[in-house]
């Protein structure tokens, strides 16, 4: 019992002494103001047809406020008021006969 404990303790010691390196890692990679961009081709069903087009992933950093839980772009916003967030923009893009769809999830 004894040493399963210790042997808890000391994974859980470990796995505290990486997470701020972990922490700088992710935002040394996602806090440089630039947005990553992933693509993919698919198929959806829209108007009782199976469609074939693309969607795009965009990925990127921005601070929100705690309180209205709003993107913060002004400076009137206090810093103590501010997070980091990781936001994902994804949309779909397919032609449906006439004109192109386009659904911004």
């Known amino acids: 019992m004894k040493t399963r404990m210790a042997c808890r303790l000391i ?19 996602w806090g440089d ?16 047809e199976l469609r074939e087009g693309y969607a795009v992933l965009v990925y990127v950093t921005e601070e929100i406020s705690r309180t209205t839980r709003i993107k913060v772009e002004s400076d009137a ?3 103590a008021d501010r997070a980091p967030v990781l936001k994902l923009n994804h949309v779909v893009k397919f032609p449906t006969g006439i004109y192109d769809y386009s659904n911004p999830n």
């Open 77 to 79: 916003i206090p810093p």
């Open 33 to 48: 103001g630039k947005a990553e961009l992933s693509s993919y081709q698919t198929k959806t069903q829209r108007y009782g």
């Open 11 to 29: 994974l859980w010691n470990i796995l505290l002494a990486t997470l701020p390196a972990a922490a700088q890692d992710f935002w040394s990679w």
